[in-house]
């Protein structure tokens, strides 16, 4: 069963906007991870928060995680067209360490 | 950078015939994982080994999948008989050994189609 639930489903941007996304989960975590997905290939690692994180960055990345809310976004500034790609939020939970995806957002970054 | 190597990338085969596939983890991860992803979802956790020892397969349909890491190095996946359900993107994914928690490291992923 999956954890974490993206919304939104789906996102369309000009390029240059900033698009964000959030994930909501159910159980206790011990870290949340943010993959990206391009058309018919395999996931890539963008960035970990751990849970006694709120904030971390990385290059055009922001992530934070509240975790008395179970929630976390991420946040993509100034976005290009190869930030077109199918983002999901993974947890790592606290009771068994198994990464559970949540059904991801379809980002489309417009020229 | 190293990375995990997955073949095929695709297959199509007809129901109640078998299908393999094949991973290669990054050298020195002694962790690997199938997942199997359907279309418009995030993928799912088949099976998870430790060295050539399975640790979780408990979403693993095993009257028709089975996994095996020999060695502890390269693994396959089989699926026999294949049904029209199975069809989906199976990845596979690694990880260092003390890391469980920490990142996974994907293949690009074997798209199955069952006609």
């Known amino acids: 069963s999956q954890q974490g639930e993206e919304d939104p489903q789906a996102l369309s941007i000009q390029e240059g906007e900033n698009a964000t996304m959030n994930c909501s989960y159910k159980t206790s975590i011990n870290n949340l991870q943010w993959y990206r997905q391009n058309s018919g290939r395999g996931l890539v690692h963008l960035i970990l928060i751990r849970s006694n994180e709120r904030e971390k960055h990385s290059g055009r990345l922001r992530v934070t995680l509240d975790t008395s809310k179970k929630s976390s976004s991420l946040l993509i500034t100034a976005s290009r067209a190869a930030d077109t790609a199918s983002y999901f939020c993974?947890?790592?939970?606290?009771?068994?360490?198994?990464?559970?995806f949540g059904a991801g957002t379809t980002v489309t970054v417009r020229a | 950078e190293a990375e995990v190597a997955q073949s095929p990338r695709y297959k199509i085969t007809e129901k109640s015939q078998a299908v393999a596939f094949w991973c290669d983890p990054i050298?020195?991860?002694?962790?690997l994982y199938w997942y199997r992803q359907i279309l418009g979802q995030g993928p799912e956790l088949l099976v998870q080994f430790q060295d050539e020892s399975v640790v979780d397969d408990s979403q693993l349909p095993k009257d028709r999948f089975s996994a095996e890491r020999l060695k502890g190095v390269d693994s396959t996946l089989k699926i026999q008989p294949a049904e029209l359900g199975d069809s989906a993107m199976y990845l596979c994914?690694?990880?260092?050994?003390?890391?469980?928690?920490?990142?996974?490291?994907f293949g690009p992923g074997t798209r199955l189609t069952v006609l």
């Open positions: 994914a690694s990880s260092l050994p003390l890391a469980s928690t920490d990142t996974q490291y």
């Open positions: 050298s020195g991860h002694a962790t």
């Open positions: 993974a947890t790592v939970r606290s009771n068994d360490y198994k990464l559970s």
